[in-house]
């Protein structure tokens, strides 16, 4: 091959990794977008949008050509548009770097063209990250936010209390939260509101309070919103309706929420005497180093009379604690209350005419503690 072929062959495979998809591959389908429509109450149709996302899409492109959005769209249109966009993130928990930009570009259209949420989302974003941005756009967007406040718009007051909120400034936020619901209510931002409120109930804690305003939560708002509303209702009802806890609990889990696998785990174990759907869960917490889900398992595994299972769980554990050090306090804590368990596992695994025998032991912590569980 000569040398000219060769660079002419380098370069159109360079252009085709820095080709974008076409834009029908990652676009979701007609069915998928007609039904966030739906849920978010428009008018717009799958048919109207499409050409219109289509032509932002190709324009956000290398020497793309401008964008042809049709004079009836409003800004709200376009503010319906990404949040379209936005449902398909949650909805699917993933992240496409095209799709992210189209909808970044339409934030951006929507607060040109006078939408307040636009204009409150992209001032908060600056607040959130304020070493990314020049100082005059810290102070824009200070203002920005102080005149959107000062009418009262409903999206700049949940965002106040969501950045109270992250800071630990609990006070601040029940304050706006509250305040907020005055202005907006029976809606998905209320049901994310009520969610934070029952979690600032949570920590008082005034647990009556908490699962009042979970349940309005869980009312409101899909689970994919407020899947911290079912982990701690779960948690709520762990002693006295663990069945209702259980199903809460899978909700979350159903999400991702890796705190969940460790709860099941434990409850299919401790409660259900489910000891293989208790691996499951507990293998699942393993893959992402939860030390309290590496206990479970061992003693899940002590239960079905697999020691060498239990053996190899042992051995994870002592590699986990080496390299983290928030894991070697807990394993050595579990190695203090399980020496009677681990010296009859050595004795059963070197001993071929030692037989060994689950048998409940003292100290057990296998069930989460209710300093762990409520967080107080």
């Given amino acids: ?47 109207k949008l499409y050409p219109v996302y289509e032509s932002i899409y190709e324009s956000l492109a290398p020497n793309g050509t401008p964008a042809h959005v049709p004079s009836s769209f409003q ?41 307040n949420d636009a204009i409150s989302s992209l001032a908060f974003d600056v607040l959130r990250n304020p070493a990314r941005s020049a100082p005059e756009d810290v102070v824009h967007a200070k203002t920005l936010i102080k005149q959107l406040y000062k009418m009262g718009h409903p999206l700049t007051i949940k965002l106040t209390g969501d950045l109270a909120f992250d800071n630990n400034d609990l006070l601040n936020a029940e304050k706006y939260f509250n305040q907020f619901l005055e202005v907006e209510i029976d809606t998905i931002r209320a049901g994310e509101v009520y969610c934070k409120l029952g979690t600032i109930s949570f920590k008082k804690p005034d647990l009556q309070e908490a699962e009042r305003k979970f349940l309005e939560s869980v009312r409101l708002a899909p689970l994919e919103n407020v899947v911290l509303s079912y982990y701690h209702l779960a948690q709520l009802y762990m002693d006295s309706e663990p069945v209702k806890a259980r199903s809460l609990m899978e909700s979350a889990a159903s999400e991702g929420f890796k705190e ?27 893959e992402l180093y939860d030390i309290e889900c590496f206990i479970g398992y061992f003693d899940c595994s002590l239960k079905l009379n697999a020691p060498r299972r239990a053996k190899n769980c042992l051995d994870s554990m002592s590699k986990l604690s080496k390299t983290n050090e ?5 394993f050595q804590s579990f190695l203090n209350s399980r020496q009677a368990q681990i010296t009859r596992l050595k004795s059963c695994l070197t001993d071929p005419f030692f037989k060994y025998s689950p048998e409940k032991h003292s100290g057990e912590i296998t069930a989460v503690s209710e300093k762990n569980r409520w967080e107080l």
Avoid: C
């Fill in 260 to 286: 969940s696998f460790q709860m099941l785990g434990f409850l299919e174990m401790n409660y259900f005497h489910e000891y293989q759907k208790a691996l499951q869960w507990f293998k699942l917490g393993m």
């Fill in 326 to 330: 928030s894991s070697a306090a807990v």
């Fill in 1 to 47: 091959m000569s040398l000219t072929l060769r660079v002419h062959l380098k370069r159109f495979q360079s252009s085709l990794s820095s080709q974008r998809p076409p834009f029908y591959t990652v676009f979701p389908t007609k069915k998928l977008v007609n039904r966030f429509l739906f849920d978010l109450d428009s008018k717009l149709t799958f048919a």
């Fill in 75 to 115: 800004a709200d249109d376009i503010m319906i548009m990404k949040k379209v966009l936005e449902r398909l993130r949650r909805r699917t928990k993933s992240i496409n770097k095209n799709l992210i930009g189209l909808e970044n570009e339409l934030l951006d259209r929507a607060a040109e063209m006078g939408n």
